[in-house]
């Protein structure tokens, strides 16, 4: 499948990101997030979802059956996104922080080796209510990683939030000797309710501040703005301006912000940051312009949802363009249909790889409808290396038997997963499965005692 995503100079690619922060305060997925996800914008199509979630409910029934089942969220996103040819590349879940990564099918098999990470910083650091979970991938052959946070609370623990994300920092690490830590990838994103609160300000000036629109006022005393020129490691972290109603606390079901006896202070407590490692070579003496970046990050939109009431947080999204040279442009491996099928006898696969691609006796090659949400809803599949059936120096083939078929026939693609790399490495185009004889003739009889019926009226 030939890659999407906007045009830019030869040999480089531009992708739009769209990340959601929410804190869901345990609430079900609301009717619609249209607005949410940007699906109303024409001309503007999304690359990647990126979607953390905190406070996902996790009593321990849900919990147990989440895990058994998925969660009502992530079946949500997918049932929203497989239409628009989106599938889930990625989900880890740690009690109730849930990070999920959708992209298009075109950007599928240039996203390999993922890993995820989690790490706990909640009671005596044991308790998953608090930490954070992640998500690294080689994104056309660029190491990007994603980061969902849920720090401590409440105003007076700004340095405990800063000294666990530090911990987390230090804890999460992959496989891999090139990029083994969170700080070594080439851009990083790290969002979440950081639970960052606004200091020294009263009740009372800080309400007049949101409802004048004069956020900047409020700026200064952020704690994490605060932080940043004090800490070293936070200093080559970016934001965007925030120049949106802070997104806590709120009353449920409205946009008042808390009216309770406690009348916590409005806070920006959802954030979402970045930071891209410096990949610019330095000039050299003679006074050598260093080439263009290999990978750099724009910020396009970072705002508040008010629509959005079933939790006391709102949820707060940022749109990225990423521009990267491409090191990575022809899938490992490539795969069509040989033929015409049918739901009445065995079907041929053909595939090919590159010399890149490390095989597995666990690799697979799935049958998938065109609106499939993720690797595993597959309609049939077949192991690569127990299902061959011709092997030559440009391509292999192997077999699917008719029992796996959809005797209803329809629009379908075949994918290779790949073991090793966790993921698909090559999708086929589009293809047609004729449906059996036995139901077409069905449906035709079907249709005839219809006109039947109809003419008899």
């Known amino acids: 499948m030939e890659p999407e995503g906007g045009a ?10 769209h990340l959601v922060t929410w804190n869901v305060g345990t ?69 109730g922080l849930l990070l999920l990564i959708f992209a298009k099918h075109a950007h599928v098999p240039f996203i390999r080796n993922i890993q995820s990470q989690f790490t706990r910083t909640g009671i005596y650091g044991y ?23 849920h720090l401590p609370a409440h105003m007076e623990n700004a340095e405990l939030r800063l000294d666990n994300f530090e911990h987390i920092l230090e804890m999460q690490q992959f496989d891999g000797e090139k ?18 609160r606004i200091e020294d300000y009263g009740l009372h000036f800080i309400r007049e501040s949101i409802n004048n629109n004069r956020f900047s006022l409020l700026w200064e005393k952020d704690q994490l703005n605060m932080a940043k020129k004090k800490e070293a490691f936070l200093q080559e972290f970016r934001e965007g301006p925030l120049q949106f109603k ?80 491409l090191l990575v442009s022809i899938p490992l491996v490539t795969l069509h249909p040989v033929g015409d099928w049918s739901t009445e006898q065995d ?48 391509a292999k083939q192997v077999y699917i038997s008719t029992e796996g078929l959809p005797t209803e026939g329809g629009q379908f693609l075949l994918g290779y997963y790949s073991h090793t790399m966790q993921s698909i490495v090559g999708l086929s185009q589009h293809f047609q499965i004729q449906p059996s004889r036995t139901l077409a003739e069905k449906d035709l009889a079907c249709d005839g005692e219809a006109l039947q019926c109809g003419a008899a009226e």
Request: with cysteine; aromatic share 12%.
């Open 347 to 394: 079907a041929i696969v053909s595939y090919s790889t590159l010399s890149e691609l490390q095989h597995s006796a666990w690799d697979w090659i799935g049958l998938y409808k065109v609106t499939f949400r993720h690797a595993n809803d597959y309609v049939v599949y077949a192991w690569v290396q127990d299902n061959e059936v011709s092997s030559g120096e440009d």
């Open 179 to 196: 990029v083994p830590g969170v700080l070594d990838h080439d851009v990083l994103f790290w969002f979440g309710d950081l639970n960052f």
């Open 127 to 149: 308790w998953g209510n608090k930490g954070a979970v992640s998500t690294r991938m080689s994104l056309y052959g660029h190491m990007v990683c994603f980061v969902n946070c």
């Open 246 to 325: 802070p997104s806590y606390k709120f009353d449920l079901y409205s946009n008042e912000y808390d009216t309770s006896g406690k009348k916590r202070k409005p806070a920006w407590t959802d954030r979402i940051l970045w930071r891209v490692k410096s990949l610019l070579p330095y000039a050299s003496e003679a006074g050598e312009v260093p080439e263009k970046q290999a990978i750099s990050v724009s910020l396009q939109s970072y705002t508040s949802h008010m629509s959005y009431c079933i939790s006391d947080h709102k949820p707060v999204t940022g749109t990225f363009g990423l521009e990267l040279k």
């Open 27 to 95: 609430a079900s997925p609301p009717p619609d997030v249209t607005s949410l996800l940007q699906l109303n914008l024409q001309g503007l199509a999304v690359d990647l979802y990126i979607v953390g979630l905190q406070e996902v409910n996790s009593k321990i029934v849900n919990f147990l059956s989440d895990l058994a089942f998925d969660d009502p969220w992530s079946i949500f996103f997918e049932r929203i996104l497989s239409p628009l040819s989106y599938i889930k590349v990625s989900s880890i879940r740690m009690q």
């Open 8 to 17: 830019a100079a030869a040999g480089r690619k531009r992708l739009r990101l």
